[in-house]
Antibody, heavy 126, light 108 residues
Framework: QVQLVQSGVEVKKPGASVKVSCRASGYTFTDYYMYWVRQAPGQGLEWMGWINPKSGGTNYAQRFQGRVTMTRDTSITTAYMELSRLRSDDTAVYYC???????????????????WGKGTTVTVSS | EIVLTQSPGTLSLSPGERATLSCRASQSVSSKYLAWYQQKPGQAPRLLIYGASTRATGIPDRFSGSGSGTDFTLTISRLESEDFAVYYCQQYGSSLYTFGQGTKLEIK
């Protein structure tokens, strides 16, 4: 079955960077865009961006541009999300997710997300 | 960017009652690109409805979605104890995605 397994808890100081991984299995990794969504404590879901695992192309939500970098390693079917210049309000659970949608140049861009990782808790504190 | 506004923020109901949750978009959204999720504490979101009205695999038929354009609704016909959770709508358009701020469904 399709599974997304994320890396473990991270504790970082303000100004540092964090890199979260998401290992995919059960499907062809390069056939589906991968998405990152975060959720601050007690808050709602916030879409951060996506990566096309085939081409490496990315699209980031405007509020994260300049601070977020999404990459992938197709040899180990793993996607990464790196967030730099961390602030206390970056404390959140970070999810990777994917889902069905429209096929664009051989890669499916999701309409919605039906597979989610369990989330990675990132705490930013001095 | 399309903004999704959910109402009410909190809905207090009893088991067996009917729940009606609203999601309003700042611009028209194709029904094909509107989804609903349920989230319980400590868990990842779970897809309930996609294409505005199609139930995801394994979702009970007491859950239904409707709407078009800028107004969408999630209805739970008869609440069961496991339905008390937070619900989010989500849209996709022009390579961007947004979520509503959520509706918390709590036991009265």
């Amino acid at each position: 079955q399709v599974q997304l397994v994320q890396s473990g808890v991270e504790v970082k100081k303000p100004g540092a960077s964090v890199k979260v991984s998401c290992r995919a299995s059960g499907y062809t990794f390069t056939d589906y865009y991968m998405y990152w969504v975060r959720q601050a404590p007690g808050q709602g879901l916030e879409w951060m961006g996506w990566i096309n695992p085939k081409s490496g192309g990315t699209n980031y939500a405007q509020r994260f541009q300049g601070r977020v970098t999404m990459t992938r390693d197709t040899s180990i079917t793993t996607a990464y999300m790196e967030l730099s210049r961390l602030r206390s309000d970056d404390t959140a659970v970070y999810y990777c997710c994917m889902g069905p949608g429209e096929r664009i140049f051989g890669v499916v861009r999701a309409y919605y997300m039906d597979v989610w990782g369990k989330g990675t808790t990132v705490t930013v504190s001095s | 960017e399309i903004v999704l506004t959910q109402s009410p923020g909190t809905l207090s109901l009893s088991p067996g009652e009917r729940a009606t949750l609203s999601c309003r978009a700042s611009q028209s959204v194709s029904s094909k690109y509107l989804a609903w999720y349920q989230q319980k504490p400590g868990q990842a979101p779970r897809l309930l409805i996609y294409g505005a009205s199609t139930r995801a695999t394994g979702i009970p038929d007491r859950f239904s979605g409707s709407g078009s354009g800028t107004d969408f609704t999630l209805t739970i016909s008869r609440l069961e104890s496991e339905d008390f959770a937070v619900y989010y709508c989500q849209q996709y358009g022009s390579s961007l995605y947004t979520f509503g701020q959520g509706t918390k469904l709590e036991i009265k």
